[in-house]
């Protein structure tokens, strides 16, 4: 994974609020329960965060790619979860999935304009860094639309998501919830790493 696939990948818990649609009603007259019905996944929802920042994009971006994964593969969100929470490799038709199903996530949100600009992103991204001290000031010092010019925050995305080794991420996983903290740490990681690759070019020499 190259150095611009690490940065995106901080939050991935965020995925656990997708196994918040599992739950129950009860039942005319008793306390019997019953399953809610399963939402669509193709069906646009409103995803929200309360994280910020970096957090907040990754976490939006990892749970609208698993429901167009889901949607790709014609099953609910909740049963593609559960299959990719079980231990053991994955099908390839699983790994494309979620692959195209995070960059129709991109898409969506540059189109619906929730996309925040590249500037926003470069203080989280140079925190960890691992940039002398001189390059790192010399970054922070660049006019916020000197960034914007040359960086789009769908750019960023899209060749992290492309950089992501995402069959080994699935491959690793024990339950659903770790299935939500790999996935979304790893864009996190692998956003930022991009972000600061990226941002080195604008530096002059």
């Known amino acids: 994974m190259t150095g611009v696939a690490r940065l995106v990948a901080m939050p991935l818990a965020a995925l656990v609020m997708v196994g918040g649609v599992l739950g129950v009603q009860v039942a005319n007259g008793g306390g019997a329960f019953e399953p809610l019905a399963s939402a669509d996944p193709c069906a646009a929802r409103t995803v929200t965060s309360r994280a910020e920042g970096m957090d907040a994009l990754t976490e939006r971006l990892v749970l609208l790619g698993i429901d167009a994964a889901a949607c790709r593969l014609h099953v609910s969100r909740e049963a593609l979860t559960l299959e990719l929470a079980q231990p053991g490799p994955r099908t390839d038709e699983q790994v494309e999935a ?22 926003d992103l470069v203080d989280e991204a ?18 916020d639309s000197v960034i914007d010019a040359a960086l789009k925050t769908d750019d960023v995305l899209v060749r992290t998501i492309e950089d992501l080794d995402l069959r080994a ?7 659903e919830d770790d299935l939500y903290r790999q996935v979304n740490a790893a864009v996190t990681r692998a956003v930022k790493a991009s972000l600061v690759d990226r941002l080195r070019e604008l530096v002059p020499g």
């Open 98 to 119: 979620l692959h195209d199903g995070l960059l129709d996530a991109v898409r969506r949100m540059k189109e619906e304009g929730s996309l925040p600009p590249a500037s």
């Open 169 to 175: 991420i699935l491959e690793d996983l024990d339950d």
């Open 126 to 143: 140079l925190d960890n860094a691992d940039l002398n001290r001189f390059l790192e000031l010399a970054i922070r010092a660049l006019p």
